[in-house]
T-cell receptor, first 113, second 116 residues
């Protein structure tokens, strides 16, 4: 394990469902990130939180709603998703300086049916 | 703008042969460079990084990378490939701008296939 834990590992949801992805780290990092990884596409940075404040939102549709209640936890709330939202969602954390790079979780494989 | 390029979508190599996965970058100032590896349905795992110092950086699993400032490259290498090295490899550069000093910019990834 890397020290960044994502749950659930797999999620199948209907387009009308509401679900949440969870990410937890106890590495003492103060920045957290959500990435989307679709087949044959580059990694897409979705959101960045630094010191629990959202500092970047890369034109992500409002059906994705992040939440960072404290420096150890990050959520991605999902509602009324589309089939094209099916992907691997990766959480990462780092020190704000970025000196040591990012530590990634194992991801949540999301399938929207 | 900061950027990183991995010109090869896939690299094929026979087991026991040396391998190279290419990465070039474009940044202002001194670059912080990283390599990550991703196995199927897993997150990215850190392999190695270059911050300063010796241009040849050694990392996990026998991988190394050579920083070349004049060619703005940071190619990943291994003297003898293993079938288990087959995975997706990402090069990344740290964005040093004040408003995003903690952001990594990732390349598009290169799939390495090592055949027995």
């Amino acid at each position: 394990e890397t020290g960044v834990t994502q749950t659930p590992r797999h999620l199948v949801m209907g387009m009308t469902n509401k679900k949440s992805l969870k990410c937890e780290q106890h590495l003492g990092h103060n920045a957290m990130y959500w990435y989307k990884q679709s087949a044959k596409k580059p990694l897409e940075l979705m959101f960045v939180y630094s010191l629990e404040e959202r500092v970047e939102n890369n034109s992500v549709p409002s059906r994705f709603s992040p939440e960072c209640p404290n420096s150890s936890h990050l959520f991605l709330h999902l509602h009324t998703l589309q089939p094209e939202d099916s992907a691997l969602y990766l959480c990462a954390s780092s020190q704000e300086t970025g000196y040591y790079g990012y530590t990634f979780g194992s991801g949540t494989r999301l399938t929207v049916v | 703008a900061q950027s990183v390029a991995q010109p090869e979508d896939q690299v094929n190599v026979a087991e026991g042969n040396p391998l190279t996965v290419k990465c070039t970058y474009s940044v202002s100032g001194n670059p912080y460079l990283f390599w990550y590896v991703q196995y199927p349905n897993r997150g990215l795992q850190f392999l190695l990084k270059y911050i300063t110092g010796d241009n040849l950086v050694k990392g996990s699993y026998g991988f190394e990378a050579e920083f070349n400032k004049s060619q703005t490259s940071f190619h990943l290498k291994k003297p003898s490939a293993l079938v288990s090295d087959s995975a997706l490899y990402f090069c990344a550069v740290r964005d040093l701008r004040m408003d995003s000093s903690y952001k990594l910019i990732f390349g598009s990834g290169t799939r390495l296939l090592v055949r027995p």
